[in-house]
């Protein structure tokens, strides 16, 4: 079952059995590895490439570390920021995204 994440205060709601995540925000490292506590059977996570490049590099490798997969994709939500950007949300999920703006992000 893929859970969306639209905060920091969403991830009271993960559970264990969670394999797929779509992070809207951007995560620090604290979130991250609440993430990580909190979803034992975690392989991948989807986000937006816009928040792919705001996300701190510490939280990208211990995804890394724990064998995450961290796809990078334009069709994911993404959160307007603070910044007053006007992105419109798509209602695509990662699964549905055109394969060729698919981008697998490994160390």
Do not use: W
Request: net charge negative.
């Amino acid at each position: 079952m893929m859970r969306t994440l639209n905060s920091e205060f969403d991830l009271a709601r993960l559970m264990p059995c969670d394999e797929e995540l779509v992070i809207t925000f951007v995560p620090t490292n604290r979130d991250i590895y609440r993430i990580l506590q909190s979803c034992h059977k975690l392989k991948t996570i989807y986000i937006h490439q816009d928040t792919f490049k705001e996300m701190p590099c510490v939280g990208q490798t211990l995804l890394y570390m724990q064998k995450v997969e961290l796809v990078v994709d334009d069709g994911v939500h993404k959160i307007a920021s603070e910044k007053g950007d006007d992105t419109q949300s798509q209602e695509e999920t990662p699964s549905n995204a055109r394969l060729s703006r698919l981008v697998m992000v490994t160390r």
